[in-house]
Nanobody
Framework: QLQLVESGGGLVQPGGSLRLSCAAS????????IGWFRQAPGKEREGVSC????????YYADSVKGRLTISRDNAKNTVYLQMNNLKPEDTAVYYC??????????????????????WGQGTQVTVSS
């Protein structure tokens, strides 16, 4: 049974940093992309960043480019999201997700419906002074 467990969320001041972790278990192949998504109150869930596990290729939403970095540690089956220079508008529940099948990282981040096979439970990130 595939499981995705996020950790690392919390309260941080504007300009601060957090590192989120997504620990995956229960699967044997590493060819399906994993991504980070977020959902703020009253807003739709949006793709933040996705990574191709096989070669580490990455995709970022325009709103986070230059501030967030996605990476993976295949030996630990863990994907990270380093978040720097955080802004109040980054406040949201952050979810990691794994693709249902082989797809592009751009498609997974921009059109997760139908492409995501598994979601984590989410971790809250609050950026406030």
């Amino acid at each position: 049974q595939l499981q995705l467990v996020e950790s690392g969320g919390g309260l941080v001041q504007p300009g601060g940093s957090l590192r989120l972790s997504c620990a995956a278990s229960g699967f044997t192949t590493n060819y399906r992309p994993i991504g980070w998504f977020r959902q703020a109150p009253g807003k739709e869930r949006e793709g933040v960043s996705c990574i191709r596990i096989s070669d580490g290729s990455t995709y970022y939403a325009d709103s986070v480019k230059g501030r967030l970095t996605i990476s993976r540690d295949n030996a630990k089956n863990t994907v990270y999201l380093q978040m720097n220079n955080l802004k109040p508008e980054d406040t949201a529940v952050y979810y990691c997700a794994r693709a249902r099948s082989i797809t592009t990282i751009q498609a997974m981040c921009n059109h997760p419906q139908g492409l995501v096979g598994s979601w984590g439970q989410g971790t809250q990130v609050t950026v406030s002074s």
